[in-house]
């Protein structure tokens, strides 16, 4: 290009696209329901986007200067990727239209699945608790600029006055995180197809161009994270490829990589060698580079966009300050999208005044942005009253009552080898198969039953006062038998109460324990339309009483079989909480795993014999470079093992994880000294057995047969066959039947129909073996 752009002074990387109401969620769902069209969809999905860039001008953001990102997503940002280059699975080739295009119901059948064919498969995206999709691509891939989406949403916003910036996963990170398709040969790599793929995305440039983009956001994460298994040298050279063939291409916006998460690195001089215009750093997660020079434009990430705290903005005008030493052009961004963060403090009435005095939610962050931005412009002292307010709030923070308790610091002071540690594991085995006396494959679910309308309603009414706290317990206790006899009738081994009283894995237990706070609409994407309300972890955790032996004892009360107590893990009420920036997370695990340990001693005193300590975010929060694994897996571990090591040799531990990279972590999940572990393992279709089979794992492994995250129902042939293949790898005396994760989001129907075809298919291996 001849004329390159002004990049804005001030910018974010993304903003959340649910709504601050949750509208895209009630929208989607309404689709896939039948109850409103397509049409109907799109005009909601506008009026959204509307709204967002309207509002992001309000904040501070420039109309028409590029700051504003295109980041709309129906669905997930790696799907919409692979959709807009032509990367469909084959087995979903049919929805492919003449014209090479694929419309929004075919959009969300890969993304859910249909009939016999699975979704695509699901996993975190790098180290947070966002899920992406999968693409799946193979030597026949035929890439083509298949979907004109983004294109027509730039256009839209042209047409309303607005010159936005488009966003897109750039095609290294995109390739990065693809798997072979089924059909790849042994060998084969996603990113040996990169020189194909990259005409598309010229032609997808030169098409933004005629719409008006100035500037586009490629996004490539892929390029900080030394978890992913192509070796550096060749994420490099294809870094070094791609942006000088996009940067030469003759007709195309000004390119800005992002690469948030944690550092660049060596990547940062691979890029800066390239013909693109500006570079995003993340300087929260990552470090300030040194030994560079360049007249590219350096956005500094110095806003978190992956918390919630307001933070330093003293030391973050500092950092771009520094950056102004390597490069004449600085502009200022949040460090990540900030659709890791809800919408709005202001939204939060329910919170006290002096903790929402500490926060920054995604409108909140984008004023810091503007601040900052203001600071580049007109200097330091145009801005210092609001550095100091920040600065004063910080100071407030770390003074305030509850920030440290005397009590908590000395119990996890005084803390041992001993409380670490279980007893062998030969002689917990023979105990608890004298006490529980479970059949050949054992079958359970991971915890959670359905949450009805009518569950949800009664919660409502409770917290509303329109119900007394008798009629909320006979009305949860009504749940609780049904489920219990719905277990009993399909025929599981191992019951559980459904958990009805539940609003979520982790705020339940942060409502519960002291140095949690919890939010009324502070909603964030977990993936597709699913959406949590993390709590915020502000001080130091201690349990005031007990949380769950009520409801775990009185379903014991309805069964002869054995019923599973269901706690969360401490990292993951770590991952999935915003947690306190002021100490270690090793500290915080601790002081979690604490409390959790009081109350499993409180459910195994009460004659529950098996405890579940639900784990899945144990890859997740894994650090994106290598150098930090063995402290990151030392503490989570070792709070794992904190919280479950007082429990008697007759009392049977079970963990759960899903949607990770389980051979990363597959040393660490043995550390973890569970007796069973759950882990996800249908949607694709039991890729994780070679690594157990190949570690050596040793104790109860229940990979899923039922990916409960797809409305389809597994047919009894398809869990057939998935217990086969585990069966067929693993140790008969291990293994454990169930699904890959809790029923939570399902409805009544397809989880009988499904548990039902899972009890089947666990009958007919029974007999086989016994055939033997």
Known sequence: MTTIPAFPTGTILGYPRIGRRRELKRAVEAFWAGKISAEELEAAA?????????????????????????????????????????????????????????????????????????????TKWFDSNYHYL??????????????????????????SGYRTRPVIVGPVTFLLLSKPSVDAPEGF???????????????????????????????????????????????LAATASAYTSLGGAPVRPAIFVAAPYASLDDALPVLLETPVEAVGIDLVKGDLPSGITTDKVLVGGVIDGHNIWRGDLEGAFASLESLKGLSPHVAVSTSTSLFHVPHDVEDEPLLEEWLTNWLAFADQKVGQVATLAKGLIEGKAAIQSELDAATEA????????????????????????????????????????????????????IGSFPQTGDIRKTRAALVRGDISVEEYTEAMRAEIRRVVDLQEEIGLDVIVHGEPERNDMVQYFAENLDGFAV?????????????????????????????????????????????????????????????????????TANQVALALRDEIADLEGSGIGIIQVDEP????????????????????????????????????????????????????????????????????????????????????????????????????????????????SIPERQVWVNPDCGLKTRGYDETVQSLTNVLTATRAAREKAAAK
Request: hydrophobic content about 40%; overall charge negative; charged content about 25%.
């Open 394 to 445: 910080l100071e407030a923070r770390h003074a305030a009552a509850g920030v440290r308790d005397g009590a908590v610091r000395s119990r996890t002071a005084a803390l041992t080898p001993e409380d670490f540690s279980r007893g062998d594991y030969a002689a917990r085995l023979a105990a608890q198969d004298e006490a529980l006396n479970l059949p050949f494959l054992p079958t359970t679910t």
């Open 617 to 728: 975010a144990l890859r997740e929060l894994l650090p994106l470079k290598t150098k930090d694994h063995a402290d990151y897996l030392d503490w989570s571990v070792g709070s794992f093992r904190l919280a479950t090591a007082g429990v008697e040799d007759r009392t049977q531990i079970h963990t759960h994880l899903c949607y990770s990279e389980f051979g990363v972590v597959i040393d660490a999940i043995n550390r973890l000294d569970a007796d069973v572990t759950s882990i996800e393992a249908a949607r694709s279709k039991m890729e994780v057995v070679p690594d157990i089979k190949h570690s050596g794992f040793g104790r109860g492994i229940g990979p899923g047969v039922y990916d409960i995250h797809s409305p389809r129902v597994p047919s009894v042939e398809e869990i057939s066959d998935l217990i086969e293949i585990a069966l067929g």
């Open 189 to 235: 790599s996603p990113l040996d197809r990169l020189d194909d793929l990259l005409p598309v995305y010229a032609e997808l440039l030169a098409a933004l161009t005629a719409v008006g983009a100035e500037w586009v956001q490629l996004d490539e994460p892929g390029l900080v994270s030394e978890s992913i298994e192509a070796p550096r040298d060749v994420v």
């Open 519 to 587: 939010t009324q609409n502070g909603w964030v994407q977990s993936y597709g339309s699913r959406c949590t309300r993390p709590s915020i972890l502000w001080g130091d955790v201690s349990r005031p009483a007990p949380i769950t032996v009520e409801w775990s004892t009185y379903t014991q009360s309805l069964t002869s079989k054995p019923v599973k107590g269901m706690l969360t893990g401490p990292v993951t009420i770590l991952a999935w909480s915003f947690v306190r920036d002021d100490q270690p997370l090793r500290e």
């Open 46 to 122: 506008a009026d959204l986007r509307a709204a967002t860039r309207e509002r992001l001008a309000s904040l501070g953001l420039g109309r028409t200067d590029s700051s504003i990102p295109e980041a709309f997503s129906y669905y997930d940002q790696v799907l919409d990727a692979a959709v807009t280059v032509g990367a469909v699975p084959q087995r979903f080739a049919r929805l492919v239209k003449d014209d090479g295009t694929i419309d929004l119901a075919g959009y969300f059948t890969i993304a859910r699945g249909e009939g016999q064919d699975t979704p695509a498969e699901m």
């Open 134 to 159: 999968v693409p799946e691509i193979g030597p026949e891939t035929d890439f083509h600029l298949a979907s004109d989406r983004l294109i027509r949403e730039v256009a839209e916003a042209t047409a």
